[in-house]
């Protein structure tokens, strides 16, 4: 039997809230001392994932940690569940436990920056990992196009929807990325709002992409418009499904175009049926193969083979910036389901009979 003092049990408190960081770790303590069964001769790589929600980053991480072990390294990850201070300390744990480098997926692009700096103080790279860290000295930024996206996403429902009352659903107000998408398709409206061909009446970000929230924004832009909407431009397809619910409720689901973004299977499933107009795919094996490519590469003292830089307010990062894919009811099989990325018979156990995908 363990007795454990009050003391103790604060203790215990905050070390199994920064257990999820060690969990490709067989730990042991003995006597005071943390002991990891973990190969001294294989480079560590720390893959800080700020919340594991949605089939997204699962994806990610898989496709990571098997391309990373290929090339002879280990993985250590962690899930923040969107808490900052969370991922600090899980950030701090694999830092200890010896990580050469930090592929970092940041909740808050501003407050990761101590993040950074925690790894650089301990001479740990660090790769900004589809989201860049602003105002840090990162070593590497792995990411797509967004202003790529959302033009995309903004281009595909202007031409289809040339007029009429839109409605903005942003992703989340700490995300510089979410503010980039938003600016790229407000570029692509602006000339037609200017001439009064569209008007936006309702544009908002969404805390934390929940679809949750989306979903009550989109009941207020429904409600105050009396249902009068010609498009919803959501920036993911998290936000997509929330609208599309609203929507739903009001039999609008399907009359109104609905945008994009992940190509995860629900947001395919909906486009095959027609009630989502489009999807942004990113080829997300892509981006975690390479991310761990180049994490192995600096792990092994090596410079980054970047495509470019990219300015976080303190410094030119060097970045690797991959192209999406816009995916429509047409090309299905031609792009998710060719990549492996979706399986047919998945989208189509979602479809009626007549809706097959043959």
């Known amino acids: 039997m363990v007795w454990i ?23 042991l303590l003995v ?21 594991m929600k949605g089939e ?24 923040a569940d969107g808490d900052d201070d969370r991922q600090f300390e899980q950030v701090k744990d694999m830092i200890e436990a010896g990580i ?18 925690a790894a650089k103080s301990a001479n740990v790279k660090v790769i900004s990992y589809d989201r860049l860290v602003l105002n840090s000295d990162v070593d590497l930024y792995v990411s797509f196009d967004r202003k790529e996206m959302g033009k995309m996403q903004a281009e595909y429902l202007v031409k289809h929807a040339p007029t009429g009352d ?30 009064g061909d569209i008007k936006v009446i309702a544009d908002g970000y969404i805390k934390d ?36 619910q609203a929507l739903r409720e009001h039999n609008l689901a399907g009359r109104v ?5 992940d190509a995860d299977l629900v947001a395919v499933i909906s486009i095959a049926q027609g009630i989502q107009a489009m999807t942004i795919y990113k080829p997300i094996t892509s981006e975690a193969v390479r991310a761990a490519e180049e994490a192995v590469r600096m792990a092994k003292g090596e410079e980054p083979h970047a495509d470019g830089t990219m300015p976080n307010g303190k410094t030119n990062v060097p970045t690797i910036m991959l192209k999406p894919v816009v995916v429509t009811k047409d090309n299905i099989k031609t792009t998710v389901v060719k990549d492996g990325f979706q399986k047919l018979k998945s989208i189509n156990e979602g479809l009626s009979a007549e809706q097959q995908i043959q």
Do not use: C
């Open 257 to 261: 175009l609905v945008s994009g973004q």
């Open 31 to 51: 006597s005071g001392q943390l002991i990891q069964a973990q190969d001294a001769t294989k480079p560590q790589i720390g893959f800080s994932i700020e919340a």
């Open 5 to 27: 003092t009050v003391e103790g049990e604060a203790n215990l408190t905050k070390s199994l809230r920064r257990l999820p960081v060690l969990s490709t770790l067989f730990v």
């Open 166 to 195: 839109y409605v903005l659903i942003a992703g989340s107000p700490n995300d510089e990325g979410a503010r980039t998408l938003h600016d790229a398709q407000m570029k692509v409206l602006q000339p037609q709002i200017d001439r």
């Open 56 to 79: 997204r980053w699962q994806t990610d991480l898989d496709s990571f940690e098997v391309r990373a072990k290929q090339l002879g390294a280990q993985v250590i990850s962690s899930n």
């Open 100 to 117: 050469k480098v930090l592929v970092l997926l940041p909740h808050d692009s501003t407050k990761a920056s101590r993040m950074v700096d």
């Open 209 to 244: 992409w929940q679809p949750t929230e989306a979903y009550l924004f989109m009941l207020k832009a429904i409600d105050s418009s009396q249902g009068n909407i010609t498009a919803v431009l959501a920036s993911n397809d998290g936000m997509a499904a929330g609208a599309i």
